[in-house]
């Protein structure tokens, strides 16, 4: 079993994590398991616990009997404890960095890392927002005094992919437990560990129940926890498809629901931009250090056709120089793809890519980077960066969310052109644009259809900020204070009558 005690062997850890779950404060056994490979190497990491229906049932049953006391515990206390959990997680964050790349292939230096200190930030973020639970007084009449409270929903139910998993875990745990909530989260099945590591850290500073992590399949175990009838909202990020099954479920049961779903983000670079500063920003902005798997990807570079070939060059010659490798080592900026399911889809997409380059005239395949020769390496799920140019916004390369390390280059000559073509998708997730004239930056922030803009930088999720899709990338929003009162809690409308 799993010490306490810090880490720095992801594989022991991993091993010793084993196929559990974490149900009532316990690490549980699975009764069924399945292999987690490394995609690095292609070998298996260690076995996971696969959960099923019997499963959700152990784990809604311990968050149900957990809720009343939890719900009925000072509303700072709370915070306290959340807060508390930030700092145990905050002393783990190497181990959780290490264990990250590890299960899912993105490199340490560049990505694991980052994500195991912003996990514990999240932590103490909310945790210090008990306070702010807040009703209002409403001068309905003078006999009649009315206020509102805010009340937790319940129990929530939460399901998470594999691509941040403990960030994306972070951002509804936290802000569910300072509500007065309990929660169950269903792990992504490729990445299990790292968040199986979090529950069992932050049982020191919580009461038995009031957070259990279970791991299984989609199909199965997530499913039948959407449609447990004793999960009072319903909170997943993921992909459109598993989205709107989750959507179903909830109407069904008529409860709650958040989803935070897919993008094919564009990134607006006008005449005007700074070219170094936008250079770096679609870089960052594409995450290729990430293997492009981030649901806000700059997926589509709309560039002013007057500095189409500069910025290509550039871009190119940069994502060149990345190192892509092992993702323990800390030369290394890109590590792989998470599973073989993945990078075989994403593999297809660049086939796509490049077949339709030969058919039109002009178009290319930048392919950047290099692959690594390690022998230790040869299996691994390694992808090269590719850019295509000359292909339009109509292709399925620039209408599909391909979450790989696959963008596009379109050019353009004037702002509304621009506009129709950036909003020209079923996704509104993210959108940057980038010029030196406020005017132009004011007039697109107004008019770009996503839940997230930014003007000439293209910084990730961050704790205090609401952020969330429109169109099909998603309903409602993480993050933010306003994302913990309108989706973690109820409004209740008070009236006492002194006449
Ligand atoms: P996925 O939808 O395949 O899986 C996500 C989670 O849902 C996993 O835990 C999976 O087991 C579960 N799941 C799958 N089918 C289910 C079903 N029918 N019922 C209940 N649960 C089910 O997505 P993925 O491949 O893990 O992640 C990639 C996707 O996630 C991309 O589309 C990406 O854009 C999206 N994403 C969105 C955000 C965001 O904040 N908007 C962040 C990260 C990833």
Redesign the pocket.
């Known amino acids: 079993m799993a010490s306490l005690t810090p880490t720095l062997d992801p594989h022991q850890l991993a091993t010793a994590l084993g196929a559990h779950h974490l149900i009532d404060g316990v690490l549980v056994p699975g009764t069924q398991t399945f292999e987690v490979y490394n995609p690095a190497t292609m070998d298996v990491i260690a076995q996971a616990a696969a959960g099923d229906a019997a499963v959700v049932e152990q784990a809604v049953e311990s968050a149900r009997r957990a809720q009343s006391a939890w719900s009925a515990t000072k509303a700072r206390d709370r915070g306290k404890a959340v807060a508390r959990c930030g700092a145990l997680l905050e002393a783990h964050s190497e181990e959780l960095g290490l264990l990250t790349a590890l299960e899912t292939g993105k490199a340490l230096r560049t990505e694991s890392r980052v994500e195991a200190n912003v996990l514990a930030d999240c932590f103490v973020y909310f945790g210090g927002l008990a306070s702010e639970l807040t009703g209002e007084t409403i001068p309905f009449s003078p006999d009649v005094l009315t206020f509102t409270i805010r009340e937790p929903v319940g129990v929530v139910g939460g399901?998470?992919?594999?691509?941040?998993p403990l960030l994306?875990m972070a951002l509804k745990v936290a802000p569910a437990l300072v509500a007065g909530n309990t929660v169950v989260i269903?792990?992504?099945?490729?990445a299990p560990f790292g968040v199986l590591r979090v529950a069992q850290i932050m049982q020191q500073a919580l009461p038995p129940g009031v957070f259990n992590l279970i791991v299984g399949?989609?199909?199965g175990c997530?499913?039948a926890l959407?449609e447990h009838p004793g999960v009072d909202k319903l909170t997943?990020?993921?992909?459109?498809?598993?989205?709107r099954?989750?959507y179903r479920a909830a109407a069904e049961k008529l409860v709650p629901v958040t989803l935070?779903?897919?993008?094919k983000s564009p990134m607006i670079i006008m005449g005007d931009a700074d070219l170094d500063k936008a250079v770096a920003g679609a870089i960052g902005g594409m995450r290729f250090t990430r293997q492009g798997q981030s649901?806000t990807a700059a997926s589509r570079m709309f560039v002013h056709r007057s500095l189409v070939e500069t910025f290509v060059q550039q871009l190119t010659e940069q994502v060149d120089k990345m190192v892509m490798g092992d993702p323990l080592d800390e030369a290394t900026d890109i590590g792989t793809i998470i599973s073989r399911r993945?990078y075989d889809r994403v593999k297809s997409y660049i086939a796509l890519g490049e077949q339709l380059c030969e058919d039109v005239e002009g178009a290319k395949a930048w392919t950047c980077s290099a692959l690594p020769t390690d022998p230790k390496l040869a299996d691994g799920l390694f992808v090269r960066p590719v850019i295509f140019t000359g292909l339009d916004n109509n292709t399925r390369v620039a209408r599909e969310?391909i979450?790989g390390p696959v963008t596009m280059v379109i050019p353009f000559d004037s702002f509304e052109e621009v506009l129709e073509l950036a909003n020209d998708s079923e996704y509104g997730?993210a959108a940057t644009i980038w010029t030196q004239d406020l005017n132009t930056a004011m007039r697109a922030v107004h008019r770009l259809e996503a839940g997230f803009v930014q003007v000439n930088q293209n910084l990730v999720v961050q704790p205090m900020l609401s952020?969330?899709?429109v169109k099909i990338?998603?309903l409602g929003k993480e993050a933010s204070l306003a994302s913990m009162l309108e989706h973690f809690t109820h409004k209740k409308t008070v009236l006492i009558n002194m006449a």
């Open positions: 399901i998470i992919p594999w691509n941040a994306l269903k792990a992504s099945e490729e399949d989609g199909p997530g499913a959407a997943f990020t993921g992909s459109v498809a598993a989205g099954s989750v935070e779903l897919g993008g649901c993945q969310e979450f997730l952020y969330g899709g990338s998603g």
